[in-house]
């Protein structure tokens, strides 16, 4: 079974500064796919970023940018130019597609960001 | 406008009294899924289906039943909740393609008495 670890449960950061969320995984397989989501206040759940693990080349979005280590099976993300609006509960998720297409999401337990006025 | 609609977003119960909550996507996605959001474990999947009359537990499954009559809708029901199922609910879906994200609805917070 695949496992998401998030290692740090809460971060602070000024606005305007850049952060870094870590997020390790554990699994055997060779093709999958990586995900960030944000959880604001409001609870929904909100898709940040996503990598193919068959792709070398690290995904971006506009300031959010992942450094995605398959050897290493890390997957951190980086907020660049921290906004207030960046306050927000992420989660790292796995997915191992399956041959019928999807399979389900693994979560890791979140970290809790703080972005500082 | 695209969307998961899930009903109620906020219920308050007591232990053994049954309920339903309703999930429903327009976006003729095959693939549907019930999540459970716990403080400090994340997002735990309690069944899925990838398609109409086409359910299978997920890693958490107990005290849960589900069906799939309609592709659009995706219920889950708690024959004789206990408390241990107070929990934010997430109800999600997307295409059968793996390389389709899933999209969440916004969410059920239920509180057992």
């Known amino acids: 079974a695949q496992t998401v670890t998030q290692s740090q449960p809460e971060m602070s950061v000024q606005e305007a500064e850049t952060v870094t969320l870590s997020c390790t995984y554990d699994t055997s397989e060779s093709n999958y796919y990586l995900f960030w989501y944000k959880q604001p206040p409001s609870r929904q759940m909100i898709l940040v970023i996503r990598?193919?693990?068959?792709?070398?080349q690290n995904a971006t979005e506009n300031r959010f940018s992942v450094n995605f280590q398959k050897a290493a099976k890390s997957f951190s993300l980086k907020i660049s130019d921290s906004q207030l609006g960046d306050t927000a509960m992420y989660f790292c998720a796995f997915m191992k597609p399956n041959a019928f297409g999807n399979e389900k999401l693994t979560f890791g337990t979140g970290t809790r960001l703080t972005i500082i006025p | 406008e695209a969307q998961v609609t899930q009903n109620p977003r906020y219920l308050i119960t007591v232990t053994g009294k049954k309920l339903t909550v309703t999930c429903s996507q327009n976006m003729n996605h095959e693939y549907m899924s019930w999540y459970r959001q716990d403080p400090g474990l994340g997002l735990r999947q309690i069944y899925y289906?990838?398609?109409?009359?086409?359910?299978d537990k997920g890693d958490v499954p107990e005290g849960y039943k589900v069906s799939r009559k309609e592709k659009r809708n995706f219920p889950l029901i708690l024959e004789s909740p206990s408390p241990n199922q107070t929990s934010l609910y997430f109800c999600?879906?997307?295409?059968?393609?793996?390389?389709?994200?899933?999209?969440f609805g916004p969410g059920t917070r239920l509180l057992v008495l």
């Open positions: 999600a879906s997307s295409p059968i393609d793996s390389r389709e994200t899933q999209y």
């Open positions: 289906s990838m398609n109409v009359e086409a359910t």
């Open positions: 990598q193919e693990a068959y792709k070398q």
